[in-house]
């Protein structure tokens, strides 16, 4: 018999609605209305000083001021989450670049390259496709031309540590493995300066960024070595970032190893290190407050939904597959609301996952036609932005829900597929 579903009926489009959705957001905690404030007043100040300045009589000063203002507007459109600060930021930094390569200010002009491939990596993981990463990356390469490891080496690693970040991103979204080991070379590249004993902090976020790469590197070669390594780099990096001392950077590697350990334990039909990853997630909850990062929190949620949706692949009820779809729908909460498609996609994309094994094992026909518009959402996101890893996929499991779905004798059909029930479709690189 079919059973109630959660939620109510009314909410579930605009889960697995195709387009952005009006969102009054949530109301910012006091500590975070105060820095936006903050940021405004500051950005305000900075644009009345900047009409002081003349770009064709001190162009120099200029530029500086317009690096700054990149900043500024780089600050508020993270913390936003949209992306019309962010462009402004580009332009700011692309006007910068003009006046330094005029003057032949190398230092400043590579400075600004490296900002400006920072709020690019921004707006390209905003973004579903890759053009927006590519230009990060060439950033990030134009600033190592001038920022050498013999005569700035902090600032070296720090542009090698970014150009990592890039190439990661970018072998994640095309699903190319060349791309993912030029960031891990990246990263090891940027430890041999960023040493544990003279940068702890810095040293700690490498080691998480090379723990995501070799992560991710892991998954597509099913290489269970890399995923090793990949965890060995988070506890690394959660021996210098403690919960006491540094709340979201714990919370940050803690998902990772989530990841990492659930990783693990999918290769290894592990359930206990499907276990080991619920509790990493659950552990980084308990920072990562919606009503703070709300697209982190979602993103947490969103692999948490991930582990319990392959711990449910492995049991025979339906509870940890209801905790699944229950932890999806908590990200969508935020992602159908963000400019972030791709995300939203991965979390629609794992909801119906969740909801095709629950359909099949409830024999609920309702559940299936939620579960078959919530893979079409995700489709339509993958297909405008080529997507090219996902889209297929997407489109096998849309063709395997329609023939179970539609049509005349449905009943039958989905007891039929019922009976030939197979391994779960493969949600855990859908971060």
Request: neutral net charge; proline residues 3%; aromatic residues 4%.
């Amino acid at each position: 018999m079919a059973q109630p579903r959660q939620g109510g009926g009314e909410e579930r489009p605009a889960l697995c609605g195709g387009g952005d959705m009006a969102h009054p957001g949530q109301p910012a905690a006091p500590a975070a209305a105060r820095i936006a404030l903050r940021q405004e007043e500051m950005l305000a100040t900075h644009r009345a000083i900047l009409r002081t300045l003349s770009r064709a009589h001190a162009p120099l000063e200029w530029a500086m001021g317009q690096n700054t203002l990149g900043l500024l507007l780089a600050g508020i459109g993270e913390r936003e989450g949209g992306t019309a600060r962010l462009e402004e930021a580009v332009a700011a930094y692309r006007a910068a670049l003009e006046e330094f390569a005029r003057a032949g200010a190398r230092r400043a002009w590579a400075t600004t390259q490296n900002n400006l491939g920072n709020a690019l990596l921004i707006l390209g993981g905003r973004e579903a496709g890759t053009a927006r990463l590519e230009e990060a990356v060439a950033a990030y390469r134009a600033a190592l031309e001038v920022r050498r490891r013999e005569e700035a080496p902090l600032e070296w690693a720090a542009t090698q540590n970014n150009l990592g970040n890039a190439l990661a991103n970018l072998g994640k979204r095309e699903g190319n493995s060349a791309r993912l080991e030029e960031a891990v070379a990246a990263y090891r590249a940027a430890l041999e300066v960023r040493r544990r004993e003279e940068a702890p902090l810095e040293w700690a976020a490498t080691q998480n960024n090379l723990g995501n790469a070799l992560a991710n590197l892991g998954k597509r070669e099913g290489n269970s070595a890399r995923l090793e390594e990949a965890v060995a780099a988070y506890r690394a990096a959660l021996e210098v970032r403690r919960r006491e001392e540094a709340p979201l950077e714990w919370a940050a590697t803690q998902n990772n190893l989530g990841n990492a350990l659930a990783n693990l334990g999918k290769r290894e039909g592990n359930s206990a290190r499907l276990e080991e990853a619920v509790a990493a997630y659950r552990a980084a909850l308990e920072m990562r407050r919606r009503e703070e990062a709300p697209l982190e929190w979602a993103a947490t949620q969103n692999n948490l939904g991930n582990a319990l949706a392959s711990l449910g692949e492995r049991e025979a009820g339906t509870a940890r597959l209801e905790a699944a779809a229950a932890a999806y729908r908590a990200a969508l909460e935020v992602r159908v609301a963000a400019p972030v498609p791709l995300e939203r996609a991965f979390s629609q994309h794992g909801l119906a996952n969740a909801l095709e094994r629950l359909a099949l094992r409830r024999q609920d026909p309702a559940l299936m036609a939620e579960a078959l518009a919530c893979m079409r959402s995700a489709a339509e996101v993958y297909r405008a932005g080529n997507v090219s890893y996902w889209l297929p996929i997407a489109e096998a499991a849309i063709a395997r829900m329609s023939d179970v779905t539609l049509g005349e004798g449905r009943e039958q059909r989905l007891t039929n597929a019922a009976r030939k029930e197979g391994p779960e479709a493969d949600t855990s690189a859908l971060r």
